[in-house]
């Protein structure tokens, strides 16, 4: 059974830096692609960034130049640094991993339980 477990969110000052990891594992023969969602309290759940087996990435607007995700293949474990952090960028973040089990099966979408992150003085 695969399981993905996140770590690194917590209470950081406006302009602080954290580093958020999850880690996927159990059975799998591959993982494409990884992705960040947030959600925010009455709020959607929303894509932060995403990034593929081969490294492409993708970032919604408000994160550009702030945030970076990056991947561990060997590890199946997907990373969100996030730099500048801004009192808008408070929410529960999700780690979102499609996952195939073995070599031409199909693909099964797993997240993480979620991590807070509040950004407060």
């Known amino acids: 059974q695969v399981q993905l477990v996140e770590s690194g969110g917590g209470l950081v000052q406006p302009g602080g830096s954290l580093r958020l990891s999850c880690a996927a594992s159990g059975s799998i023969f591959s993982i494409d692609p990884m992705a960040w969602y947030r959600q925010a309290p009455g709020n959607q759940r929303d894509l932060v960034a995403h990034?593929?087996?081969?490294?492409?990435?993708e970032y919604t607007d408000s994160v550009k130049g702030r945030f970076t995700i990056s991947r561990d293949n060997a590890k199946n474990t997907v990373y969100l640094q996030m730099n500048s952090l801004r009192p808008e960028d408070t929410a529960v973040y999700y780690c979102y991993a499609n996952i195939r089990y073995f070599s031409g099966g199909r693909t099964y979408q797993h997240w993480g339980q979620g991590t807070q992150v509040t950004v407060s003085s």
């Open positions: 990034i593929t087996a081969g490294g492409s990435t």
